[in-house]
C-alpha cells in the first residue's frame, strides 16, 4: 500500500459537490419536476452519459460540437462524448425501436450534462437537465400542452405570474421574413445568430452587424423586430405561421396563462428547431435571464435514416433553476429525512435502543440510533445539530416499564407513551 | 445543416438505455435502497462523475487504476477519471469538511460508475451501485448495524433467509494467520490475492499456487482455510479479532438475522479493508455468486492528511441487484405511472378534456390527454397499449350532462360520476 499524503480534497473543475444540504435542493428541484410532468402523462426514460460521438456531429449547433464537449479516444479507437444535451439521445432511443412504440409517446428524463466551457454563473461544466418531449403530435394541441407543462413547472416551485413570462416565437415566421428580405441559407444562419446574441450586445453593434449582411435595409429589419405589433402588420394576414402564432398565445391566454407574449427576437441556440420556439425568462432585476425553453423539431430523426416524427420539447437545467428560486426566495429549507433519534442512558441499553428502533421502522418512521457511546448531554446534541425533531432516551426505567418519552425537539416537551403510540406523535 | 443519413442507433459499447420498462425496474431499485436506508437514518449525498485522476492512485487495488479506468486528459492537461467507485469521492468529501461536519455521519448515495472492461454477466461498462457508510464509530455496534442495513435491503426486495447468506471474515484474523506462517507484507499481499480468487480456480491450482509462496506448509494453510471451526480452534481464545467476530455473527443471529456465516476465504478485491469484510452471497444454483458486499475501512482518509475516521459501509450494484431478483422471481410488473387518460369523441373537445385533465390533476392524478385526432377506437388502442388503467371519454354528452363514464380498462366496467368522484374511484 503506498500513502501519497496530502492529496487535494477538491472537486475537479466546474463540477459541484453535494453534501446532503446541497442534494436536498438538488432533490427537491428534481421531486417537483418529476411530479409536475408526471401529471401530465409523461413517462420516464434515461441512457448512459457515454455516447458515440458521432450523434454530436450531425445536427447540434457547430460551436458546441468542436469547441465545448468532452470527447476522447477509448482503448479500442472509438470516439466518445460525454452527453452534451439529451436531445440526439433521445432522438436515437425513438430512431431505435421507432417500429415497437406506441406513439405519441409523452418521455421526459432528468439526465446530466457536460459542456467544456469556462465555469460561470449559471453555466457550469456539469449540469442536469429535465428534458421533456412530446413525439408525433403536429397540431398546435402539443404545443399547448408543452408550453402548459412549462409554465406548470413554474408555478409548481411557487413562482407567481409577474416573476416570469414566457416568450415565443416560431422559427418559420422568421424563415418568412428573411424571404421578404432576399437572404439566402447562409445569410440568414448568420441574421440568427446575430439575432440570438441581441442581448448580449449594444444596439448599436447588433444594428452594424445585421447591416453587414442585410445591407441597407437592416434598419426596417430591426424596426420589425422592435415589436410583435409591427411585424404582424408586415405580413398581415397572408402569413399562416403567423396566424398559428396568435392562435397558440391566445389559447393559452384562455386556458388562465397570462404571462406568454410574441418576440420575434427569441432564435434558442440550436440548429434543429423547425417550428415554435419558447422561453421562460425571469423578470426579476437581479437575475434578468433565461429560465429554460425549447421548441419543435421535426427532423431530427433524419440523420438515423428513420421516419419523421414531429416533437415539441424543452430542457431545464437545474442551475439556472436554482438561480430562480433563490433569486425569488423560493428555495426550501433544509431538514434531514429522519424523524426520530434515540439515545442510551447507558452502552450496554444500545441493544434495546436497536430493538426499539427496528420496531419503529416497522411502523413506518426513520429512525437513527445513537453508537457514539458518549454522555447522553452530548447525545443529544447529536440530533440537535442534525436538526432531527424528536429524541427518546432509552434506560432501565423505560425498558421496565414499557414507557417512553419523546421530546419535541423544538418544544422542548416530552410525553410519555407506549412503543404503538411513538409513531403516531412523530408523524404529526 | 449537414445530414450524415443512417447514422447508427445503438448506444455505446458496454453501457445501458433505459426505455421506460427498463427505467421502471432501475427506479424500482433506487427506491426500495432509499427507503430501507432512510429509515435507519442515513442521509444522501453525491458528486460528479468526473474526478481528479490522482484521486485514484493512492489506495484502490492497482490493478483497477492502471488497466480499468476512464482516464484521459482534458484540454487544461487535467488527468481526469471517470469514476470506478464511490468510496474515493466519499473520503474525499469528508476530509474536505472533517471540521465542520457532526459525526457520527450515516451518509448514502446511488452514483453511476465506470469500468473499462470487457462487458459480462453481472458486469458492465456502467453500473449503478448503492453506497451506505457510517463514519465515526469503531465499535461493533458500528458493524452490526451496517449488516443489518445489507440484511434489510435483501428483505425489502422480497428475498427469503433461504435465498442468501451473508458470509463474515475479518482482514484482521487473515494477517494473525499470515503472522503464524511467517509471510511478509509481499506474500501475504499475493496469497490474499490468491484466496479471492479460489472460487473461479479449481482445488489444485488453488493449493499448488499458495504452495508457490507459503511452501510445504501450504496444506496445513489450506486445511484451515476449510472451516471456520478449524480456524477457531487453530487461533483458540487467544487471537482477539476472532472473539469479536464470533461476538459479531451471535449478535447478528440474536437479532434475528440467521442466515450470517463466518467464511476465511473471503477476501473482498479492494485494498482498502482494515478489519470486518462481508458479502451477501446467493444461494441460488442459477446465480451462485456475490450479490454485494464491504467492509470496515479506517484508514482511507488518510491519503488527504486528514485525521483518521473509523467507517463502515458497502456498495450495492444495479446490475448484480437485478440479476438476484430476476433469478428469485422478484422483479414488479412494468406499469406506467399514469392513472388515467382522456379521449375526445371529436377534436374540438380537446380543449375541454384538457379542462378536465386540468382539474383531476389538481385532484392529484396523472392524466394524458388523447391529441392524436384519431377515431375514438383507436383512441382507447392507445391507453391501452400504453397500460393505463382508466379512460374517460369526453363528447357532447358529457359535456352538457356534467356526468362522466369512468371506464376500468381491466374489467371493462364503467361508472358514470361527477367530475368531483372521478379522483375517487381511480384512486382505488
Redesign the interface.
Known amino acids: ?13 466546474g ?6 444540504e446541497d ?1 436536498f435542493i ?2 427537491y428541484i428534481f421531486d417537483t419536476w418529476r411530479k409536475t410532468v ?4 409523461y ?10 460521438a ?2 454530436y ?3 447540434t449547433g457547430e460551436e458546441i460540437v468542436n469547441e465545448q464537449t ?1 470527447t ?1 479516444t ?3 479507437e ?1 470516439q ?1 462524448t460525454l452527453r452534451p444535451e439529451m436531445t440526439p439521445t433521445v432522438a ?2 425513438v ?3 421507432q417500429h415497437e412504440l ?1 406513439f ?1 409517446l ?2 421526459y428524463s432528468i439526465p ?1 450534462l ?1 459542456r ?1 466551457e469556462k465555469p460561470q454563473r449559471g453555466r457550469l ?2 449540469h442536469w437537465q429535465l428534458n421533456v418531449d412530446f413525439f ?2 403536429d ?1 398546435i ?2 404545443d ?2 408543452i408550453i ?1 407543462v412549462a409554465e406548470r413547472i413554474m408555478k409548481s416551485f411557487g413562482a407567481k405570474d409577474g416573476d416570469f413570462v414566457i416568450k415565443i416565437n416560431d422559427r418559420r415566421i422568421m424563415s418568412s421574413l428573411y424571404e421578404k428580405f432576399h437572404l439566402d441559407n447562409e445569410a440568414s444562419y448568420k441574421v440568427s445568430k446575430i439575432i440570438d446574441k441581441k442581448n448580449k450586445i449594444t444596439a448599436e453593434s447588433f444594428g452594424s452587424a445585421l447591416a453587414e449582411i442585410i445591407g441597407e435595409k437592416a434598419k426596417e429589419f430591426v424596426t420589425l423586430l422592435e415589436s410583435s405589433e409591427k411585424l404582424f402588420d408586415y405580413f398581415g394576414e397572408e402569413n399562416k405561421h403567423v396566424k398559428e402564432l396568435v392562435s397558440l398565445i391566445e ?1 393559452l391566454q384562455k ?1 388562465g396563462i397570462a404571462n406568454v407574449e410574441f418576440d420575434p427576437t427569441l432564435m434558442r441556440g440550436f ?1 434543429y428547431y423547425t417550428g415554435t420556439v419558447f422561453e421562460v425568462f425571469d423578470n426579476h432585476p437581479d437575475n434578468n435571464r433565461s429560465v429554460f425553453g425549447g421548441g419543435r423539431y421535426d427532423d431530427l430523426l ?5 421516419e419523421k416524427v414531429p416533437t415539441i420539447g424543452f430542457g431545464a437545467g437545474d442551475v439556472t433553476m436554482r438561480d430562480f428560486l433563490e433569486t425569488h426566495g423560493l428555495l426550501p429549507e433544509y431538514r ?3 424523524n426520530l ?1 434515540i439515545c442510551s442512558t447507558k452502552p450496554e441499553y ?2 434495546e435502543s ?2 426499539l ?2 420496531t419503529l ?1 416497522e411502523n413506518g ?5 445513537d ?3 458518549k454522555k447522553l448531554g452530548d447525545q443529544m446534541k ?1 440530533a440537535n ?2 436538526g432531527i425533531p424528536y429524541v427518546i432516551c432509552v434506560g432501565e426505567d423505560e425498558i421496565k416499564s414499557g414507557l417512553y418519552g419523546v421530546k419535541n425537539m423544538d418544544s422542548g416537551e416530552e410525553e410519555k407513551v407506549k412503543i404503538e403510540e411513538i409513531a403516531d406523535i412523530v408523524k404529526k
Chains 1, 2 share one sequence.
Do not use: C, H
Request: net charge positive; proline share 3%; hydrophobic share 35%.
Open positions: 500500500m503506498k500513502n501519497i499524503s496530502k492529496l487535494s480534497t477538491e472537486s475537479y473543475k463540477v459541484r459537490d453535494f453534501y446532503p442534494l438538488q432533490n408526471e401529471k401530465f402523462g413517462v420516464e426514460y434515461s441512457a448512459s452519459v457515454l455516447e458515440p458521432e450523434l456531429k450531425a445536427k468532452y476522447f477509448d482503448r479500442g472509438r466518445v436515437r432511443l430512431a431505435q425501436k406506441t405519441p409523452r418521455w446530466n457536460f467544456y461544466r456539469e408525433g403530435i397540431s394541441n402539443a399547448i400542452e402548459t389559447e386556458s440548429d433524419d440523420i438515423f435514416g428513420a434531514q429525512n429522519i433519534y444500545i441493544d436497536q430493538k428502533a427496528n421502522r418512521l426513520n429512525v437513527a440510533v453508537l457514539s457511546g447529536i445539530k442534525q
